[in-house]
C-alpha cells in the first residue's frame, strides 16, 4: 500500500518539483504503463472560478492533440476533487505531461552560459514549435524562459501549451495572480493594452526571449508588472549589442523587426521569423521594410528642391532611413506617440521655409492666413450640412410617428436544462456570457446535470450578464447497492462513486465461497439509506477459513462441521490404534484448531481404532505313570491285593 495520491485510479502523485503562480507541478507515475509523468495541478483558488475551469478544459483538450517534438506532450487530463467547505468538494483540474529532464533556458541565462550561437539554435527550436501550434490553431500567450526547456542532449521542449491561453481567457489581469505579473515582461503589445492576440503576440514574445538570452536581461524592465506593460505599449527596445559586442548588426535586425509595436510590422508567421533568425546566424543583414514609409512620404517633396544646410541634414537623414538596422533603432513611434498631423505639418512646412526662404514671413503668413480661411469655410459648410439632414430625419421621424429607439445589443441564453455541468458552461460562454454555479439534491435529475439556469432559457440579456446555473448532486438520499458482493475492491469503489457515495474504510474476513480480495458485505449494508456522499465502508475476503475443533468427536461429527457452509473443507481418515480411547474417535487434526487455512484445504483426521485382542496360552499334562517316583505305591491290582470298597452309605 502507498500513502501518495493517485488521480483517476492510475497517476501516483510523487514530490513536488515546481511551483508557478496557477499550478504546482509534481512528479508522477503512471502505473498502467510504469512511466514517470509530470502532474501539473491547479490552483484551488482558480479552481473555483467555472469560467477558468471551461476554458482549461477545452485547451488542454485541444493542446492535447499537438505531437511534436519540440513540444512537451500532453498525456492525459482530468479532475481531482478536494473538500472546500463542509458538505462541498471544488473539482480541481490536472493535466498529465510528459516528464522532461533538463534544465529550463531561465536556469541557462541566470548561469549565463549562453553564446549567441546557442541563442539562435535554441530560439529556433521555440519557434518550429509554435510554427506547429499556430497551424493547429494553438497560441501559447506565455513564451518565456521558465516554459522552454534544455534537454541534456541539447533538445528544445517548449511547455504550458493551452494553460495561459486559458488564463487569458478568464479575463486575468496583470494584477490578478503571480503567474501574470511573472510574464509582464514578454508581453505583446497588444496583450498589455488587452487586446485581441494572434500567433504574431507569440512572435513578439519569441523576441523578447531572444533579446534576454543574447544579453542576459528582458528588453524592458521597471518597478511593476504595469510599468513593464507601458514600456511595451510606449517606449522602443534598446539594442541588444548595447549590452552584449557579441550581438551582430543581423541579430540586432532581426530583433528590431521582431520587437515592433504593430503586429503587422512583425513578422508574419513563425517559419518567417525562424528564416531570418537562421539567416543572422549566417551574417546576413534583415532586408529593410516599408515601416517607416509614411515618416519618409513628410519629407520627400521638400527635399527634393532644397539645397544649402537645411538639405543636407534632411539628406542625412533619409540616409539612416535606408540602412534597415539604423531605421529600425531610430524609429520610437511608441516613445512620442501619434503627434498631431497638423502640428507636425506645421513643422515640417517651418523646416522648409527656413532652409529656402527665410526672409519672406509676410508671404508665408499670407498662405497660412489662405489656408486656415478654407479650412473655416469647409468647417461651416460641413456642419450646415450635418444640421440639414438632422432636421430631415427628425421630420420624417415625427410624421410618421415612429419615435427611433437605438438597439441594444442582447444576448439569448441557451436552453441548459438537462446538459452536463461541463457542457452548459462552455455554452454560456460560447455565448458571450459568464457562468456561475451552485448545487442540489434532486431525486429525479441525474447526478451532474443542470437542473434550471437564472436567467432561464431564451432569455434576452446584455453582453458578459452572468447565468447561474443549478446543478443537481442527485437524491439526498442513497440506497446501498446490494450488487457489491463479489466484486473487487475497485469496482465497488467505482460503483459506489457513479451512485454518489464513495468508499471508505477496508477490513477483511474470512469466507469459504468468496474469492480472496471480493467484497463479503458492506457497512452500512446493502439496501440501506444513507445520505449522499457518504462513505461506505468495505469488507473483502481474505481467501481464508477457520478450522474447527474436532478432537473428541466421532467421524460423523467431525465431517458434519467440516461441511457446514462457513468451512467447507474436504478431510481424510487416518487410524490408529489407541486402547485408550473408544475407537471411532478423532485424537488429532492436520491443522490446528481455530487457526485460518487456505480455501479448499485438505484436513487429515486421526481416527483412534481398537488394539487386536491379545491370544490365548495352552494349559501343561499331568505326569504320567512312568513319570512317578520310585517307592510310591500305584493304584490297582498290584496294590498289596487290597480294594477299597464302598460302603454301604457309598463312601
Known amino acids: 500500500m502507498t500513502d501518495h495520491r493517485i488521480l483517476n485510479g492510475r497517476y501516483e502523485v510523487l514530490e513536488l518539483?515546481?511551483?508557478?503562480?496557477?499550478?504546482?507541478?509534481?512528479?508522477?507515475?503512471?502505473?498502467?504503463?510504469?512511466?514517470?509523468?509530470?502532474?501539473?495541478?491547479?490552483?484551488?483558488?482558480?479552481?473555483?472560478?467555472?469560467?477558468?475551469?471551461?476554458?482549461?478544459?477545452?485547451?488542454?483538450?485541444?493542446?492535447?492533440?499537438?505531437?511534436?517534438?519540440?513540444?512537451?506532450?500532453?498525456?492525459?487530463?482530468?479532475?481531482?476533487?478536494?473538500?472546500?467547505?463542509?458538505?462541498?468538494?471544488?473539482?480541481?483540474?490536472?493535466?498529465?505531461?510528459?516528464?522532461?529532464?533538463?534544465?529550463?533556458?531561465?536556469?541557462?541565462?541566470?548561469?549565463?552560459?549562453?553564446?549567441?550561437?546557442?541563442?539562435?539554435?535554441?530560439?529556433?527550436?521555440?519557434?518550429?514549435?509554435?510554427?506547429?501550434?499556430?497551424?493547429?490553431?494553438?497560441?501559447?500567450?506565455?513564451?518565456?524562459?521558465?516554459?522552454?526547456?534544455?534537454?541534456?542532449?541539447?533538445?528544445?521542449?517548449?511547455?504550458?501549451?493551452?494553460?495561459?491561453?486559458?488564463?487569458?481567457?478568464?479575463?486575468?489581469?496583470?494584477?490578478?495572480?503571480?503567474?501574470?505579473?511573472?510574464?509582464?515582461?514578454?508581453?505583446?503589445?497588444?496583450?498589455?493594452?488587452?487586446?485581441?492576440?494572434?500567433?504574431?503576440?507569440?512572435?513578439?514574445?519569441?523576441?523578447?526571449?531572444?533579446?534576454?538570452?543574447?544579453?542576459?536581461?528582458?528588453?524592458f524592465v521597471g518597478d511593476s508588472p504595469v510599468s513593464v506593460a507601458y514600456q511595451h505599449v510606449r517606449e522602443e527596445a534598446p539594442a541588444a549589442s548595447s549590452f552584449n559586442p557579441a550581438v551582430t548588426p543581423a541579430l540586432d535586425s532581426v530583433l528590431a523587426r521582431a520587437l515592433q509595436k504593430d503586429r503587422e510590422d512583425r513578422f508574419q508567421d513563425a517559419a518567417a521569423f525562424r528564416r531570418a533568425l537562421l539567416d543572422a546566424g549566417r551574417g546576413i543583414v534583415l532586408a529593410a521594410t516599408g515601416a517607416l514609409r509614411t515618416e519618409a512620404l513628410d519629407v520627400t517633396g521638400r527635399t527634393a528642391s532644397a539645397t544649402g544646410p537645411g538639405a543636407a541634414s534632411l539628406a542625412g537623414a533619409a540616409a539612416v532611413v535606408s540602412d534597415p538596422r539604423t531605421r529600425a533603432m531610430e524609429r520610437v513611434p511608441a516613445e512620442r506617440g501619434l503627434p498631431d498631423r497638423t502640428t507636425a505639418a506645421e513643422d515640417s512646412e517651418n523646416d522648409h521655409f527656413d532652409v529656402l526662404d527665410r526672409g519672406n514671413d509676410r508671404d508665408r503668413h499670407t498662405d497660412r492666413r489662405r489656408r486656415s480661411s478654407r479650412a473655416a469655410w469647409f468647417t461651416v459648410f460641413f456642419v450646415a450640412v450635418l444640421l440639414v439632414l438632422a432636421g430631415g430625419y427628425a421630420l420624417l421621424t415625427t410624421i410618421s410617428g415612429e419615435r427611433p429607439e437605438p438597439a441594444a445589443a442582447t444576448v439569448v441564453v441557451p436552453e441548459l436544462v438537462g446538459m452536463t455541468e461541463a457542457d452548459a458552461t462552455d455554452a454560456i460562454v460560447d455565448a458571450g456570457l459568464v457562468p456561475s454555479s451552485d448545487e442540489q439534491y434532486n431525486a429525479t435529475v441525474e447526478d451532474g446535470n443542470v437542473i434550471s439556469s437564472d436567467p432561464s432559457g431564451g432569455a434576452s440579456v446584455d453582453p458578459d450578464s452572468r447565468v447561474n446555473i443549478t446543478v443537481s448532486q442527485g437524491p439526498a438520499n442513497i440506497a446501498v447497492p446490494d450488487s457489491l458482493a463479489g466484486l473487487t475492491e475497485a469496482s465497488a469503489r467505482d460503483q459506489l462513486e457513479e451512485l454518489g457515495l464513495r468508499g471508505g474504510a477496508v477490513t477483511e474476513e474470512t469466507s469459504a465461497e468468496v474469492a480472496q480480495g471480493r467484497v463479503l458485505t458492506t457497512s452500512p449494508q446493502a439496501g440501506q439509506m444513507v445520505p449522499a456522499g457518504s462513505a461506505v465502508d468495505l469488507v473483502l475476503s481474505n481467501g481464508k477459513v477457520v478450522v474447527p475443533l474436532l478432537t473428541d468427536l466421532t467421524v460423523q461429527q467431525a465431517e458434519a462441521l467440516l461441511a457446514d457452509p462457513a468451512v467447507q473443507l474436504a478431510f481424510t481418515v487416518r487410524e490408529a490404534e489407541n486402547s485408550v480411547v473408544a475407537p471411532g474417535i478423532v485424537t488429532d487434526q492436520s491443522a490446528e484448531a481455530r487457526s485460518q487455512v487456505d480455501q479448499r484445504t485438505e484436513i487429515v483426521l486421526t481416527v483412534a481404532k481398537a488394539p487386536p485382542a491379545p491370544t490365548t496360552e495352552p494349559t501343561e499334562p499331568g505326569p504320567t505313570p512312568s513319570d512317578q517316583p520310585s517307592g510310591q505305591p500305584t493304584e490297582g491290582p498290584d496294590d498289596g491285593g487290597s480294594e477299597t470298597r464302598p460302603t454301604e452309605d457309598g463312601t
Open 17 to 219: 518539483i515546481g511551483r508557478g503562480g496557477m499550478a504546482d507541478v509534481h512528479l508522477g507515475r503512471d502505473l498502467r504503463l510504469g512511466r514517470s509523468v509530470a502532474i501539473k495541478v491547479l490552483r484551488q483558488d482558480l479552481a473555483r472560478d467555472p469560467l477558468f475551469q471551461s476554458r482549461f478544459r477545452r485547451e488542454a483538450q485541444a493542446v492535447a492533440g499537438l505531437n511534436n517534438p519540440s513540444i512537451v506532450a500532453v498525456y492525459d487530463t482530468g479532475e481531482e476533487e478536494i473538500p472546500d467547505r463542509p458538505q462541498h468538494e471544488v473539482r480541481v483540474p490536472f493535466i498529465v505531461m510528459e516528464y522532461v529532464k533538463g534544465r529550463t533556458l531561465r536556469d541557462h541565462v541566470k548561469a549565463g552560459d549562453l553564446t549567441p550561437e546557442d541563442s539562435i539554435t535554441y530560439l529556433a527550436g521555440v519557434l518550429g514549435a509554435l510554427q506547429y501550434s499556430h497551424k493547429a490553431g494553438i497560441v501559447h500567450r506565455d513564451i518565456k524562459p521558465a516554459n522552454v526547456m534544455i534537454t541534456p542532449d541539447g533538445d528544445v521542449k517548449v511547455m504550458d501549451f493551452g494553460i495561459a491561453r486559458a488564463m487569458a481567457d478568464s479575463q486575468a489581469t496583470m494584477t490578478q495572480t503571480q503567474a501574470v505579473l511573472g510574464t509582464a515582461q514578454y508581453l505583446s503589445p497588444e496583450q498589455a493594452r488587452g487586446e485581441t492576440v494572434d500567433t504574431r503576440s507569440d512572435l513578439y514574445s519569441a523576441g523578447c526571449l531572444l533579446f534576454e538570452m543574447l544579453t542576459g536581461r528582458p528588453p
